[in-house]
């Protein structure tokens, strides 16, 4: 099993909808969770980050973590063109108790928002 | 300068040079760490430097050479290359692990051609 897995996509939503992207992780001792945005030819941008169960709202975006079913998601609501990327979900890895932030990436979810 | 940086940007190289890339955080980060991204695929973590030494090589081959002369520069030196490592070189780093907000922050990648 994967360490941290989502749902490659790729998913189409239309403009204004809401799009929802899912992650499962394996460790159940991750505390602290990572969305970040990956635009085609572009390095990836942090831009969400939870650490409690429950929900996390920024804007237009919202992160979900419930720690007891091992999953995150990260909820767009009235979606843009602009916002069509690939996001990355992201959780740290305790590699025998590294003293570094080392984190385990999912492999991604294409999103594209069409108008 | 802020955040991190990578130079050069772009980069075409034959399979008989020797060049290197370039890595500079400007965050007060400890660790960094080199990501290779193939056109999409996910990112594959090849090197890990904390408090200047390296702490995780992953199966990368020896074409690629990783040095770390402090904890604001890291660089990749590469030789002999193949083709199949043209790719998105990413660079990141972090503060150390342990608490809940160790996110990395990356560079905007350096666009590797191997011909």
């Known amino acids: 099993q994967k360490e941290v897995e989502q749902n490659s996509g790729p998913l189409s939503v239309p403009e204004g909808a809401i799009a929802s992207l899912n992650c499962t992780y394996s460790?159940?001792?991750?505390?602290?969770f990572f969305w970040y945005r990956q635009y085609s030819g572009k390095s990836p941008e942090l831009i969400m980050f939870?650490?409690?169960?429950g929900d996390k709202e920024d804007g237009r975006f919202t992160a979900q973590l419930n720690k007891a079913s091992q999953y995150v998601s990260l909820l767009i609501r009235d979606s843009q063109p602009s916002d069509s990327a690939t996001y990355l979900c992201a959780a740290p890895t305790n590699a025998g108790g590294t003293s570094y932030g080392k984190l385990t990436f999912g492999q991604g979810t294409i999103l594209t928002v069409h108008p | 300068e802020t955040g991190v940086t990578q130079t050069p940007r772009h980069l075409v190289m034959g399979m008989t040079n020797k060049k290197s890339l370039k890595c500079e955080q400007h965050?007060?980060?400890?660790?960094m760490y080199w990501y290779k991204q193939s056109a999409k695929k996910p990112l594959e973590l090849m090197f890990v430097y904390s408090l200047e030494e390296r702490v995780e090589n992953n199966s990368v081959p020896s074409r690629f050479s990783p040095e770390c002369p402090n904890s604001s520069h890291l660089f990749l030196h590469l030789h002999t290359l193949q083709p199949e490592d043209s790719a998105l070189y990413l660079c990141?780093?972090?503060?150390?692990?342990?608490?809940?907000?160790?996110?990395?922050?990356f560079g905007p990648g350096t666009r590797l051609t191997v011909l």
């Open positions: 939870i650490y409690s169960n």
């Open positions: 460790d159940r001792g991750s505390q602290s």
């Open positions: 990141a780093s972090s503060l150390p692990g342990g608490g809940q907000r160790n996110e990395q922050f």
């Open positions: 965050l007060g980060h400890n660790a």
